[in-house]
């Protein structure tokens, strides 16, 4: 194995923006597995490491660096040509050997004769949880950080949907992973990259909104008149409106295309059970009394309401079915396009164990995540216009509320009116369906807000107003 100084990691791991263990001292990083690709100088390696804390379970990371003769290594996304080579290897499906297993690649979608990375290759910007590499901008892969055992869910589902022909994700052309033999002797794998074809001219959904709300928020008029709200918005932000039609219909035409009964075990569709029901009201339980424990005043008066609404969850007699679903949907997950909107990063929330993220889920889960996005959007635009509570966030505020409820109603029509093309999917009546989508919202704004509470205490008001909304609502019908 090439001589990595792992010290050298201590000191930049921690800086970058897709490391898990902030805030948690580094007691020491192995190197699992490394294997390198280009002798350089310097050398081109790929490796695998185990960083171990002073507190909690070790992590797996997956690190491309460029090691020096000394074995000071830096990251090979410093420096994205080095990296133009990832395209060759993919389309000849190459193997690179490590000390104990192999890294091996492949390219189902890509010509051999031709393979990408021949002309250019960037990095895209600062990404939260993966790196991004663009090569001959036709070609993006994603490189997984942090890692573990078993399959990645954003791989899997960009191979699942791209066999079925789902129009509305980049088709996958590639991929990579470290393969092994598992001390118990069953081979293991752990899935390192993901390649499909780049969108050029693509707008990020959220990036997409914000703009379009901006200009809603331009065009108010002194001398409209309250009562003409919801007309003016339906009138002013019709072209908005109407794209999140098409997206409701692309959200229901993934869930069909995810709940066929064709596919294999491990992705068809099942029943949702009393175990379903109950485990998903403790989730939601258990992140309202963590957040009660941290003495979040906020809340302690919406609480028995929330536990009301969440506990009604038990009492459905049919509840559709769970199948593979997006898992973290929001309007950051999602591009429009000339053909339309497309979704991205299937990998379910970061912060979650990979079994959970790959787990079977009542699609009205990824309903619920777009929906909260919506109400993000509405007020994440009046941030970026005024102080909280300011006269003019005072004036704005009543479009903000009345734009997320035409867009929610819009949205949920048109994601209704398709996805009942697959019997049984959900529950034949909209109740169900109601209580469903209320526990899963809460069970996101819970989740929201603990984590603005900690980073963003201002937002915090935007989680919060969406639990009540979801109390209102319910007790308006």
């Not at 290594?73 to 395209?87: C, M, N, Q, S």
């Not at 033999?181 to 909104?209: N, P």
């Not at 294999?264 to 258990?286: C, G, H, K, M, S």
């Not at 809460?442 to 109390?471: C, N, T």
């Amino acid at each position: 194995m090439i001589q990595i100084e792992t010290r050298a990691l201590h000191e930049w791991l921690p800086e970058k923006r897709w490391f898990g263990g902030k805030g948690r001292p580094i007691a020491s990083i192995d190197v699992v597995d490394a294997g390198t690709v280009e002798d350089g100088p310097p050398a081109l390696v790929l490796t695998v490491v185990e960083v171990h804390y002073e507190w909690g379970a070790p992590e797996l990371y997956h690190l491309p660096l460029l090691v020096d003769a000394d074995g000071s290594p830096r990251d090979a996304l410093d420096e994205p040509d080095r990296l133009r080579v990832f395209g060759d290897l993919m389309a000849h499906g190459s193997s690179i050997k490590g000390d104990l297993g192999v890294f091996q690649f492949g390219g189902p979608g890509l010509d051999p004769l031709s393979p990408p990375g021949s002309s250019s290759a960037r990095t895209m910007g600062a990404e939260q949880t993966n790196s991004s590499l663009v090569l001959d901008e036709h070609v993006i892969i994603k490189l997984f950080r942090r890692v573990a055992v078993g399959a990645n869910p954003d791989l899997e589902l960009a191979r699942l949907l791209t066999s079925e022909d789902f129009e509305h994700v980049p088709p996958h052309v590639g991929e990579f992973a470290y393969e092994r033999e598992g001390d118990d002797g069953e081979s293991l794998r752990i899935d390192l990259g993901l390649a499909q074809h780049f969108l050029r001219e693509a707008k990020e959904g959220w990036t997409d909104v914000l703009r379009r709300l901006h200009e809603l928020y331009d065009a108010i008029d002194p001398e409209d008149a309250t009562e003409d709200i919801h007309f003016l918005i339906e009138e002013r932000a019709r072209k908005l409106l109407q794209n999140l039609d098409d997206l409701g219909d692309v959200t229901a035409s993934l869930h069909v295309t995810l709940a066929k009964e064709e596919h294999e075990p491990e992705y068809a569709p099942e029943p949702v059970d009393e175990f379903d029901l109950r485990e998903w009201v403790n989730r939601a339980l258990q992140s309202l009394d963590a957040l009660l424990a941290e003495e979040t005043a906020e809340l302690e008066h919406l609480a028995p309401a929330v536990r009301d609404r969440i506990g009604r969850l038990t009492e459905l007699e049919h509840a559709g079915q769970k199948t593979r679903v997006h898992g973290d949907y929001h309007l950051g997950q999602v591009l429009r396009t000339v053909r339309g909107w497309m979704i991205i990063d299937f990998e379910g929330e970061p912060a979650r164990p990979l079994d959970e993220r790959a787990a079977k889920q009542s699609p009205l889960r990824d309903v619920a995540g777009m929906l909260r996005s919506f109400s993000y959007a509405a007020v994440a635009a009046l941030f970026e216009r005024c102080e909280i509570d300011s006269d003019e966030w005072k004036r704005l505020e009543p479009w903000a509320i009345m734009w997320e409820e035409i867009a929610r109603e819009r949205f949920l029509n048109a994601y209704l009116t398709r996805v009942h093309e697959r019997r049984f999917l959900l529950p034949a009546d909209r109740e169900p369906i109601d209580v469903m989508l209320d526990v899963f919202e809460i069970d996101k704004a819970l989740y929201e807000l603990g984590y603005e509470r900690r980073h963003r205490p201002d937002w915090a008001r935007i989680p919060l107003r969406g639990i009540a909304r979801v109390i209102e609502r319910g007790e308006s019908t």
